[in-house]
């Protein structure tokens, strides 16, 4: 069975910092890009970051450009996505995915929801004053 598991949620202030990880399992995790994507209530789920399946490539959305890192550990079947400096317009349900095929490239761009197909049940940040 696929799938993928985030974790490393939580509840901080503006300024501080949240590592999340994305786990994969039922599938050979090291064929696949990886994107991170994130909803908030009431708006659309938004593409924030990918990375290739041998880490090569790395795209951003400017929203978080210069604020977020992806990365991979192949070894350990899992992306991380490290968030510095977090806003409160950071507040959002936050989901990893693989693409839709194996080999598949990241980017150019920013991910696109409907080129990926297998998605975390997500997990929840929160940036409070």
């Known amino acids: 069975q696929v799938q993928l598991v985030e974790s490393g949620g939580g509840l901080v202030q503006p300024g501080e910092s949240l590592r999340l990880s994305c786990s994969g399992s039922?599938?050979?995790?090291?064929?696949?890009?990886v994107g991170w994507f994130r909803q908030a209530p009431g708006k659309e789920r938004e593409g924030l970051s990918c990375?290739?399946?041998?880490?090569?490539?790395?795209y951003y959305a400017d929203s978080v450009k210069g604020r977020f890192t992806i990365s991979r550990d192949n070894a350990r079947n899992t992306v991380f996505l490290q968030m510095n400096n977090l806003q409160p317009e950071d507040t959002a349900v936050y989901y990893c995915a693989i693409r839709d095929h194996e080999y598949a490239i990241c980017g150019p761009g920013t991910p696109v929801t409907d080129r990926y197909a297998t998605w975390g049940q997500g997990a929840q940040v929160t940036v409070f004053t």
């Open positions: 039922g599938f050979i995790f090291n064929n696949y890009a």
């Open positions: 990375i290739s399946s041998n880490s090569g490539r790395t």
